[in-house]
């Protein structure tokens, strides 16, 4: 007997007992004791709105689980393309099938000669690199038609190693473009990551990335793959579910991460860190902060983390074997400061705010070498393989249809039309 919740109309005394399952209650319930009744959840602050076997978040414990492997198993142990593939396919891959896939993506890291001369370079000289990448992602749907035949299978595996792969082309031909220097093709005898930098920074033949650099971006990968209902994968997913093809989806789910409320929130982490300027600022900033003035500290404070986000610990330990190699990033004394005051302050404490991902890992791409207005740009990379794992098991689930919620109407009542003259 599964255990089930009441909802009682207090207007007719009327009641139904809903099942609890999988830990929710399903809205019918609601709908046939009243269907014009609604839940009113703005921001789906309580609503489920799928079923999802990809990814776990305890916020309460601050654990994540893609598949059910713990994130910190993955990012010690496992390399990017598997965890795509794991995301992807539900399973981790035999050597044989990782082999194939790692294959399978080197060779479509390609983006089409006509993407990059007529639609990239058609841009303005100083196009952000993400309001680039938004606008070619959507066009590429129009490069690949045979997307569209969304349910087919061949159609769906060709259309997730095509998006998987060329990310990272596309980001860093944006990267190129917005700082006038020449597209650089991939190499496809590299790691993924390895690739990503050579394609980014890449000069004549005398560039070679550091391995712990390749290393340290695999597991910022690894890390940004999924974050299950976010708003970019419920971007991904709503779009989806009109049935549009995943090229057009992935450009709404990373035009939603473009906001600095979700992945923008790494570049605005270092332009805060930039104006404190010195750790002597941090209280003043903090007290400015507690004023409600609208400032916010960034890089803090997450809907489903109500404690630290595992990410961010992981990323702040990887931080110190970038540094090794680039030099110690001036901006982490106030990071660190900023984290240790506001860890200890109750304003923080009793909001349960801590650092999420975006505090440390902007850090880590300035000393890098990346400028800021890329940083989105490489949250998106990975996110892909997460979008198209969220896409694919959106469009087999046969409980999904068009995603539309329901409103209050609170406008106004009927009136008459008067015209202009009797205004
Ligand atoms: N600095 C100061 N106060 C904050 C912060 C912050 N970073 N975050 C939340 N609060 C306060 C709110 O003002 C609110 O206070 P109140 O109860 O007195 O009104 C309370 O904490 C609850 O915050 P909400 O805004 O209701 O929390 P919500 O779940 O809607 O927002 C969000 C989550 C958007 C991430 C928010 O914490 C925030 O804006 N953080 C800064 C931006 C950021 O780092 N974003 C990256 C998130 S991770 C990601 O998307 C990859």
Not at 73 to 91: M, R
Request: proline letters at 6%; one cysteine or more; a negative charge.
């Amino acid at each position: 007997m599964p255990d089930t919740f009441t909802i009682t109309d207090n207007r007719t005394g009327k009641s139904v007992e809903v099942p609890i399952v999988d830990g929710g209650i399903s809205s019918k319930g609601l709908r046939e004791l009243d269907p014009a009744m609604y839940v009113y959840d703005p921001a789906y602050m309580q609503t489920a709105a799928c079923r999802s076997a990809i990814t776990f978040i305890d916020g309460d414990e601050g654990i994540l689980r893609y598949r059910g492997y713990p994130i910190e198993q993955l990012a010690e142990k496992s390399n990017y393309l598997e965890v795509a593939y794991l995301l992807i396919h539900g399973e981790l891959p035999s050597k044989v099938q990782l082999d194939k896939w790692t294959f399978d993506i080197t060779h479509h890291t390609f983006i089409h000669e006509s993407v990059r001369k007529r639609f990239l370079e058609g841009f303005h000289y100083d196009a952000h690199p993400m309001g680039m990448l938004v606008s070619a992602l959507a066009a590429l749907s129009t490069f690949y038609p045979d997307a569209k035949d969304i349910f087919n299978e061949d159609s769906q595996k060709k259309q997730v190693l095509r998006l998987i792969a060329k990310i990272p082309t596309l980001a860093a031909a944006c990267h190129r473009f917005s700082v006038g220097q020449p597209f650089v093709y991939p190499d496809n005898t590299l790691s993924f990551p390895a690739n990503f930098l050579q394609m980014m920074w890449k000069i004549g033949d005398n560039y070679e990335p550091h391995p712990n650099l390749v290393r340290a971006l695999d597991i910022l990968f690894i890390l940004h793959a999924d974050h299950e209902q976010n708003c970019g994968s419920t971007a991904m997913r709503t779009i989806g579910s009109s049935q549009s093809d995943p090229y057009s989806s992935a450009a709404g789910a990373a035009a939603a991460l473009y906001g600095p409320l979700h992945g923008g929130a790494n570049e605005a982490v270092v332009r805060m860190l930039t104006e404190i300027e010195t750790i002597e600022n941090v209280p003043a900033f903090l007290d400015a902060v507690k004023g409600g003035k609208g400032e916010k500290l960034m890089g803090f404070g997450h809907r489903v983390y109500k404690n630290y986000d595992p990410r961010a610990k992981i990323i702040k330990k990887t931080a110190y074997d970038v540094f090794e190699v680039t030099g110690m990033n001036p901006l982490l004394d106030i990071a660190l400061k900023l984290e240790e005051a506001a860890l200890s302050d109750d304003y923080f404490i009793k909001r349960k705010l801590y650092p999420n991902v975006d505090f440390y890992s902007g850090l880590i791409y300035q000393a890098m070498g990346f400028p800021m207005e890329m940083f989105t740009v490489l949250f998106a990379i990975p996110r892909m393989s997460g979008w198209l794992a969220q896409w694919l098991e959106l469009i087999n689930d046969p409980e999904q249809k068009i995603s539309r919620p329901r409103q209050l109407y609170v406008g106004a009542s009927e009136r008459d039309y008067v015209p202009i003259e009797g205004r």
